[in-house]
């Protein structure tokens, strides 16, 4: 495999910070990370550029620091309610998504990059679920995800309402099944 060393220009969760030098798949690197500017290639000159930025950069992270910590302000204790059809046990028909919760907090007044909020999988039950939206490497914000059941009932509890009766129709008892009736066919095995 061929790989090539790229000096970080932006956080990347999974690979590194902003500065530091990372060895990728040239593929990867080339394809991905230099051209939407994530990264460059690590030669002495662009490592003496990074350098010379480094005071640049601190007060830029500083600064983008303190600006999550203000929205965090704003964004901390905030409970997202979200009203789904649910099955017997608060199973929902369908989920709530990570773009639900994105329109959501739209509706709020919050713009959220999605990329930003942290979900292992969409949200299948009803209850009361946690979710954390990453503003900035160090600032995490907890947001609760409140799901119930449409009309604000407990999933389950709607009273179940007996089927109409057929006129001509003898529904066969529970655990009773055709063996109960074979007595009626045998006349009909000549």
Known sequence: MAYMEVLLREDLEHLGDRGQIVRV???????????????????AGNVRQIEAERSVLTKREARERAAAEESSKNLL????????????EGRLFGSVTLLDIVHALE??????????????????????????????RDVLVPIKI??????????????????PAIPGFDPVAPGEGADAHQDEYEDYEE
Request: glycine fraction near 12%; hydrophobic fraction near 35%.
């Open 77 to 88: 204790g905030l409970s997202l309610s979200f009203e789904r059809k649910a099955g017997e």
């Open 146 to 163: 409140v799901v119930t059941a449409e009309g604000g009932d407990e999933a389950g509890s709607a009273p179940v309402e007996a089927a």
């Open 107 to 136: 509706a709020a007044g919050h713009t959220v990059d999605r990329h930003r909020i942290k979900m292992k999988d969409a949200i299948k039950v009803t209850g009361e679920h946690e979710v954390s939206l990453r503003l900035h």
């Open 25 to 43: 798949r040239r593929g990867y690197g080339r394809n991905y990370l230099l051209p939407r500017g994530l990264a460059v290639e690590a030669s």
